[in-house]
């Protein structure tokens, strides 16, 4: 069996394990089952202009899992059809199941970030690492920044297992997530886009990331000073994904299992809401 076949083989048989288990969020086969399915979403011309116009999803979308189920496809929708670099704000594109997709498989990225957890191989993808807020890059250099569940971490820590809302992390600047919005907007050629999600509700202070309300989110749009192309919010809500509008999700509460030790019934995995905008400079 060929190493493509065996790897196939193996996500088949944790893919079974998840169906045939609890399908708790982040159980085994979890994480297999969320990249398969993504990938037939991605390939599924007819759903992806449903993304791309923040139309209704169908009726229990994206059931039991997070919110990179609806985000993704999202951003996906609206890359277009340029060929220019994507300066990849967060390093969430790097996953070779995202880069053999028809939107990327023709696209350079540069992964601009502090960590990640590991290094792809492929002539398409560079690396730098550092501060969202700082960026070592030259005015106007690319069309396209994506920003996946990523400016809510800026001026916070990722040791999500230490902190929490009732042990913050003690250096957080949680304003200065606005530093690294204008650091793309210096960074991105007039008439360029950036596509940003983030957790959306009422302003919750996680420790470790803080959740968007809605004036600040007035204060990225403020700030970049330009043009929204799209604004569409999706919610978990009866077991599934929906498009809903912004006051629907203005009270709601991330969840984070490490805090709570258990998880709810509908099998919320994260965020119960995110915020997904398009911003043209």
């Known amino acids: 069996m060929s190493g493509g076949n065996q790897q196939e083989g ?13 399908r708790l969020p982040f159980s085994s086969g979890y994480t297999e089952y969320k990249e398969r399915l993504l990938q037939n979403i991605l390939s599924d011309n007819a759903l992806m202009d449903q993304f791309r116009g923040g139309k209704t999803l169908p009726e229990g979308f994206g059931a039991r899992l997070d919110e990179r189920i609806v985000e993704y496809p999202w951003v996906f929708s609206r890359l277009g059809s340029d060929t220019g670099l994507i300066v990849d704000a967060g390093s969430t594109f790097n996953k070779q199941s995202l880069l053999e997709t028809a939107a990327l498989k023709d696209r350079k ?9 590991w290094i792809t191989y492929d ?3 560079s690396y730098l ?8 890059l030259r005015n106007e250099m690319t069309r396209t920044i994506v920003c996946i569940s990523t400016l809510e971490h800026v001026g916070f820590t990722y040791e999500y297992k230490t902190y929490s809302r009732n042990n913050p992390w003690p250096h957080a600047t949680p304003d200065s997530y606005l530093s690294a919005v204008a650091e793309f907007r210096r960074i991105l050629e007039p008439g360029g886009h950036l596509l940003l999600t983030v957790p959306f509700g009422r ?3 996680h420790g470790w990331l803080q959740q968007f309300d809605a004036p600040m989110i007035d204060k990225v749009k403020g700030l970049f000073e330009g043009k ?7 919610r978990y809500v009866d077991g599934g994904w929906r498009v809903v509008s912004a006051a629907e999700c203005a009270d709601l ?10 998880f709810e019934e509908d099998g919320l995995a994260a965020a119960r809401a995110v915020c997904c905008i398009d911003l043209e400079k």
């Not at 540069?110 to 990640?116: D, G, R």
């Open 253 to 262: 509460s991330y969840f984070n299992i490490h805090e709570t030790g258990s």
């Open 129 to 136: 690492f550092g501060d969202l807020r700082d960026m070592i």
């Open 10 to 22: 193996f996500e088949d048989r944790a893919i079974d394990l998840y169906l045939s288990g609890s």
């Open 123 to 125: 002539p398409r993808l």
């Open 109 to 117: 990225i540069l992964i601009y970030t502090l960590e990640t957890d």
């Open 203 to 205: 302003y919750e202070n």
């Open 228 to 234: 929204v192309r799209a604004e569409t919010y999706y």
